[in-house]
């Protein structure tokens, strides 16, 4: 068994699309982003590098909360989803993050999820009801890649790197940040805000610290970047889903 190429991915997706009657040229930008040798890689530089780069996107770090009207329904909920992170790390429900050993330089990670690329956990939104609501406002949380509370132990460093993608924009809701903890995406450092959001381009390289003694809790969503169509949101979520699967 060995995990989908690119290639994979284009062959799968040209079937895909003649079985729900998709125009090819419907997908052009899908498979450019699907093309490791397309041109607009060279165009992006060094710090937005995934795997599947589809042209046509807006690209930015950092992106304004304006755009993204459902910031307001995690803000708004935010004493009830603390209560509910908290409920679960305490009774030390929150599981090691899979992807700890590979990117965290030191310290150590934890995620709690309740989607992942079109795979729901019905238990985990069912123990923070607060936050599956909060969620649903969300649109492609389900699909559009992954949602879950993430911890950063302290003293904890994640090395830089990029997601795999960019037809996903990634939320973060800050549930308890010290002091000394931060972000950099691209080339601009932040940190978070308890109860606010922060709204940034994951396919940029990024960096993550937690420097003190404390750990640092966020809720982690991924949307659907708004530039995509609805047809190429389709398109991709068969493609996040054979990315989720092994093939023969």
Request: charged share 25%; glycine share 6%; with cysteine.
């Amino acid at each position: 068994m060995r995990e989908p190429t690119p290639q994979d991915s284009a062959r799968a997706l040209t079937g895909w699309a003649a079985e729900q009657g998709i125009e090819p040229g419907e997908l052009e930008r899908i498979h450019r982003g699907l093309d490791p040798d397309d041109p607009v890689r060279s165009r992006a530089g060094h710090l937005q590098s995934p795997a599947i780069l589809v042209p046509g996107l807006a690209a930015s770090p950092w992106h304004d909360l304006d755009r993204y009207p459902w910031v307001d329904a995690l803000e708004s909920r935010y004493p009830r989803i603390r209560d509910e992170f908290e409920k679960q790390f305490a009774s030390d429900g929150i599981d090691r993050h899979p992807e700890e050993r590979e990117l965290a330089a030191t310290g150590g990670w934890n995620a709690y999820h309740f989607h992942t690329m079109g795979t729901t956990f019905p238990e985990h939104l069912a123990q923070c009801p607060a936050t599956a609501e909060a969620l649903a406002a969300v649109p492609g949380v389900a699909d559009a890649g992954i949602c879950y509370f993430s911890v950063l132990a302290p003293r904890t460093r994640v090395k830089p790197h990029c997601g795999f993608v960019n037809t996903r924009i990634r939320c973060h809701l800050g549930l308890i940040v010290p002091p000394d903890c931060r972000m950099r995406v691209g080339t601009e450092t932040r940190s978070w805000r308890e109860g606010r959001c922060s709204v940034f381009d994951d396919s940029f390289e990024h960096e993550v610290a937690n420097d003190s003694d404390r750990p640092r809790a966020v809720l982690l969503v991924d949307t659907w970047h708004p530039d995509l169509t609805d047809v190429e949101r389709r398109a991709m979520e068969f493609v996040m889903r054979m990315w989720t699967s092994d093939v023969d």
